[in-house]
């Protein structure tokens, strides 16, 4: 009789199949069971089952499915589950994410008012570059890139800064999956060309997009990094190129440099040199 307190608290001994198995249902009590074992420090199978109005057998099976994933975990001893390192992984990616936008803010408005080109920042996903918040410039003429936009990063600033803050093996692996697709006259398309441009952007402190990615536009970047010095996003300010000319570009630069500092710092981050 123990024995079967014990199982019904931790795992039933039957295991029916659901019934009611299509797939967005299943992904939804997959869900709803999450949140709650998010909310108890432990629970147990049958308080789940309970809380979420469905048979035990079916709260097991998906439970032992995110379990797998690493979102929940289950304690062989008490017979209790509880939430998972994979779900305080995703969390905490959301925080940063938006801890990221939020910081940048204030910075990337004063970074456009005072050099009158719209602010932009970017986060690298999957060999991209993604947009994911920008302030635009009030001037008529002006880049404008929708959050959510996304970009090969050996033709875009903010990709360029990234690359820049990366070992060699992994910008090689970056372009392995994305090639380097030329897109205007001045895109770099040589391997040896970007690896040169890197290396000036590590040196400076911020990259340079000169028309690489569409004729008449220039954009500069620089890193924003982490606690631990890593580089987990780039601000960047773009517009016409008539309007960014050379001597205005080496003016430009550390004030970009600057600001991605200022974000480092808002975050709780270190540049790479400090984390060294």
């Given at each position: 009789m123990a024995d079967q307190i014990t199982r019904t608290r931790g795992r039933p001994r039957s295991l029916s199949p659901d019934a009611n198995g299509a797939t967005v249902q299943a992904l939804d009590r997959g869900l709803q069971l999450l949140v709650v074992v998010a909310k108890e420090s432990k629970t147990t199978l049958t308080?789940?089952?309970?809380?979420v109005g469905m048979p035990a057998s079916t709260a097991h099976r998906l439970l032992v499915t995110l379990q797998k994933r690493g979102f929940v975990d289950f304690d062989e001893t008490t017979q209790e589950w509880m939430i998972g390192i994979e779900a305080f992984r995703i969390g905490s990616a959301f925080v940063q994410r938006t801890s990221l936008v939020e910081a940048g803010r204030d910075v990337m408005r004063r970074l456009m008012e005072d050099t009158g080109e719209t602010a932009n920042l970017g986060i690298a996903d999957e060999g991209d570059?993604?947009?994911?918040?920008?302030?635009?410039?009030?001037?008529?003429?002006?880049?404008?890139?929708s959050v959510g936009t996304r970009g090969p990063m050996h033709c875009s600033g903010i990709g360029k800064a990234l690359l820049a803050e990366m070992p060699q093996n992994k910008v090689e692996q970056v372009l392995q999956k994305k090639g380097l697709e030329e897109f205007t006259s001045k895109t770099l398309t040589s391997p040896d060309d970007l690896f040169a441009d890197l290396e000036a952007t590590r040196r400076r402190g911020w990259s340079y997009d000169d028309e690489?990615?569409?004729?008449?536009?220039r954009c500069i970047a620089a890193p924003i990094h982490n606690f631990h010095g890593e580089a987990v996003a780039g601000i960047s300010i773009s517009g016409p190129a008539a309007r960014l000319p050379d001597d205005?570009?080496?003016?430009?630069?550390?004030?970009v440099k600057r600001?991605?500092?200022?974000?480092t710092k808002l975050l709780g981050g270190r540049t790479s040199q400090q984390a060294g």
């Open positions: 308080e789940l089952a309970l809380r570059v993604v947009f994911i918040s920008q302030i635009e410039t009030p001037n008529p003429i002006r880049a404008f890139f690489e990615r569409h004729y008449g536009m205005v570009i080496s003016e430009l630069g550390p004030k600001a991605a500092i200022e974000v």
